[in-house]
């Protein structure tokens, strides 16, 4: 059985980071039978909080080994000693630009010939290069002279549309393998009243810049006279002076509320209270948060900044231009005017589309593909 070594800033019961973990985790747990995955963490979540974990020693997250580092531990010295320890065949990085996590490991371990696998998670998309761009630039230019230029570097990219952002960045030679991530299981819904002047919307997300939760707010407020319209939003607070923005609108719309985080377990009970999930993302090179709407029966409105689709035509939602916000407040207002059976039959398509495009076996046939 091949032996792979995990390395990844956080991980459970870390859950504040939101997809990266969930990415990892769904991946673990659907080829634990075939790999022997080993995760190598912080003992922190996000936002600093320290961990109920024992530090520092290896201990086990449902059937998975994982050591949780303190930030003392988290150097070369110590990644040589696990990776010898565990007798690694590969390594896989959940991140790009993690200095801790992908740079030092990633570097500490060039002397060993094993695949060293990365996976960017969208950080490659040009919505994503637009934040912080000047710095990001000068990674990426670093980064290919200096870091990822090994033959025994091979990139997981979780689309085609990431596929060609890594050759963009990297070089068309760039050792691409293409698995998308493996989602959550279906989750039935039972029948949520919808009555037409009514809609409830929620948002669960980092409420962070590239997340663009304000985009939503400001249709809201050329909404106003809609006073069946709801958002309730759901998410840690990751840049401050972003949410600075965000918060007087909140306060002053009664039909806007903040209701702090969510633990994983909660999510799609969550989801399912509400008529639609609305995220405006700049980018997402898969969004956890959406594949976990549709497989519990919730519809979307999304950007078009991820490779989820042709929405409207399926009848599962809406991938909308965030330059043309008109086509938002339109679709919007068509949602809010949605009578119970209309609402009903997008929940059954919801369900279909998630057999036919995100349940399927194939994605994890192609993740094992990652570490052949």
């Not at 949780?68 to 010295?77: T, V």
């Not at 030679?173 to 039972?190: C, F, G, T, Y």
Request: glycine fraction near 4%.
């Amino acid at each position: 059985m091949p032996t792979v070594l995990i390395f990844i800033d956080w991980f459970y019961p870390a859950y504040k980071a939101g997809g990266p973990v969930k990415s990892v985790f769904n991946l673990v747990q659907a080829l634990k039978g075939d790999i022997q995955f080993s995760i190598v963490t912080s003992n922190q979540d996000v936002d600093g909080e320290v961990l109920d974990v024992e530090p520092n020693e290896w201990t086990k997250f449902q059937g998975v080994k994982v050591i949780y580092l303190s930030k003392e531990k988290q150097h070369k010295k110590v990644y040589r000693a696990l990776f010898e320890e565990v007798n690694a065949d590969a390594v896989y990085y959940n991140s790009l630009f993690s200095k801790n996590f992908t740079l030092k490991p990633y570097k500490a371990l060039k002397c060993y010939n094993c695949a060293q696998i990365i996976a960017p998670r969208g950080m490659l998309g040009e919505g994503a290069l637009a934040i912080k761009s000047f710095k990001k630039k000068v990674f990426l230019s670093l980064s290919k002279q200096l870091f990822f230029n090994m033959k025994n570097t091979i990139w997981h990219a979780t689309s085609a549309q990431e596929a060609e952002e890594i050759k963009a960045a990297y070089g068309l030679k760039s050792n691409i393998r293409i698995a998308q991530n493996i989602s959550s299981a279906r989750v039935e819904r039972k029948s949520f009243q919808k009555e037409k002047g009514k809609l409830k919307l929620v948002f669960i997300s980092r409420l962070a810049e590239k997340k663009n939760l304000y985009f939503a707010l400001e249709l809201l407020q050329v909404l106003k006279e809609e006073s069946g319209l709801s958002l309730d939003i759901y998410g840690p607070i990751e840049e401050q002076s972003y949410w600075k923005q965000c918060k007087p609108i909140i306060e002053k719309d009664v039909r806007i509320q903040y209701k702090g985080l969510l633990a994983p377990h909660e999510i799609a009970f969550t989801l399912q209270q509400h008529h639609f999930y609305i995220l405006p993302t700049l980018h997402e090179n898969y969004g956890h948060s959406m594949v976990e709407a549709i497989v519990s029966g919730v519809p979307i409105i999304i950007s078009n900044n991820t490779p989820w689709l042709n929405l409207k035509e399926a009848g599962v939602g809406a991938d909308l231009d965030l330059s043309k916000s008109d086509e938002w407040l339109n679709y919007l207002k068509s949602t809010i005017s949605l009578t119970q059976d209309e609402y009903e039959a997008m929940v059954r398509n919801c369900y279909a589309y998630a057999e036919k495009h995100i349940l399927s076996s194939k994605a994890v046939e192609d993740s094992k593909k990652l570490f052949q």
